[in-house]
T-cell receptor
Framework: SQQGEEDPQALSIQEGENATMNCSYK?????LQWYRQNSGRGLVHLIL?????REKHSGRLRVTLDTSKKSSSLLITASRAADTASYFC???????????FGKGTKLSVIP | DAGITQSPRHKVTETGTPVTLRCHQT?????MYWYRQDPGHGLRLIHY???????DKGEVSDGYSVSRSKTEDFLLTLESATSSQTSVYFC????????????FGAGSRLTVL
């Protein structure tokens, strides 16, 4: 199974700025998900976007999916110190209950 | 981490000893997973289960076995631990609704000396 690749590996921004992280993949997917992991904790699901969707919003999160480019982006607007965490994209393939995770983007939001 | 607990949360053991990690859920979910997380590798699937006594291998299953004798418990066993199995292990369950959205446990940190 394939693995998503997040970019950048690490990102440092000031509180109030927007943070954008990207995920690229190689073969077709059924859905793509984003998860957050605070230091020392388990992953928490943020948002799911299906292959037939182009954009989804959830609070300060905006996710886009471009299946022609095989890429997705996660935008966090008006970032807060509490957004400091690692963010992972996860690929869901058709007919499978498995998810394949990328290596993550480590976001630091400086107060 | 509501509804899913992992034990032990921390364990230090020596090379060659057997180790069993336990994942317990109270949600009655069918699918359960074991992942390991290592720096530079992200999360990698070890084994998963799609029902009692129904399990299958993931990406990095060598050196691991699993068992699921009850819906609520999914055990991960390292028959003879090696230093390369030092890692943080996460259990996850699939949330209801027909999608593959996962809920994760808090993790078990295993150190093999």
């Amino acid at each position: 199974s394939q693995q998503g690749e997040e970019d950048p590996q690490a990102l440092s921004i000031q509180e109030g700025e927007n943070a954008t992280m990207n995920c690229s993949y190689k073969t077709s997917i059924n859905n793509l998900q984003w998860y957050r992991q605070n230091s020392g904790r388990g992953l928490v699901h943020l948002i799911l976007i299906r292959s037939n969707e182009r954009e989804k919003h959830s609070g300060r999160l905006r996710v886009t999916l471009d299946t022609s480019k095989k890429s997705s982006s996660l935008l966090i607007t008006a970032s807060r110190a509490a957004d400091t965490a690692s963010y992972f994209c996860a690929l869901g393939e058709a007919g499978s209950y498995q998810l394949t995770f990328g290596k993550g983007t480590k976001l630091s939001v400086i107060p | 981490d509501a509804g899913i607990t992992q034990s032990p949360r921390h364990k230090v053991t020596e090379t060659g000893t057997p180790v069993t990690l336990r994942c317990h859920q109270t949600e009655n979910h069918r699918y359960m997973y074991w992942y390991r997380q290592d720096p530079g590798h992200g999360l990698r699937l070890i084994h998963y289960s799609y029902g009692v006594k129904d399990t299958d291998k993931g990406e990095v299953s060598d050196g691991y076995s699993v068992s699921r004798s009850k819906t609520e418990d999914f055990l991960l066993t390292l028959e003879s631990a090696t230093s390369s199995q030092t890692s943080v292990y996460f259990c996850a369950i699939t949330t209801p609704g027909g999608t593959n959205v996962l809920t994760f446990g808090a993790g078990s940190r295993l150190t093999v000396l």
